[in-house]
């Protein structure tokens, strides 16, 4: 029996992280990966060994700001917010991901 598999395609996960926190204002990576979990209707999971370095990498790259807060738990966490760069990016992202998509279903449509 083939385990079913909701790994999120390479390239994606910029894209619903950008747009996760275009939507949902500032939020930690925790709180991220629950949204795009619960807004996928759990079809999508972001798992942490992929999440953490990609923030990294988008705040490296001037798409987000980080903060130290406390989460509603009590507890410490960076919090991310999407910066006028990334707002940008997330246009960018979400064009080339209309663009995929067309191609694909163009290929399934004529296969």
């Known amino acids: 029996m ?12 910029v894209l619903l992280v950008l747009k996760t926190l275009s939507a949902q204002g500032k ?15 759990d079809l999508l999971r972001v798992e942490e060994g992929s999440l953490y370095p990609a923030l990294h990498r988008m705040e490296q790259d001037g798409w987000l700001r980080a ?3 406390v989460t ?19 246009a960018t992202e979400q064009e080339s991901w209309a663009r995929l998509t067309e191609g694909v279903t163009r290929v399934l449509r004529y296969a």
Do not use: C, P
């Open 67 to 69: 903060e130290w807060g």
């Open 72 to 90: 509603e738990k009590n507890r410490q966490a960076r919090f991310y917010v999407l910066t006028a760069a990334g707002k940008k990016q997330l």
């Open 27 to 41: 939020m930690h990576g925790y709180a991220i990966t629950a949204h795009i979990q619960r807004a996928s209707a």
């Open 2 to 13: 083939s385990r079913q598999r909701n790994d999120i395609l390479q390239g994606t996960l």
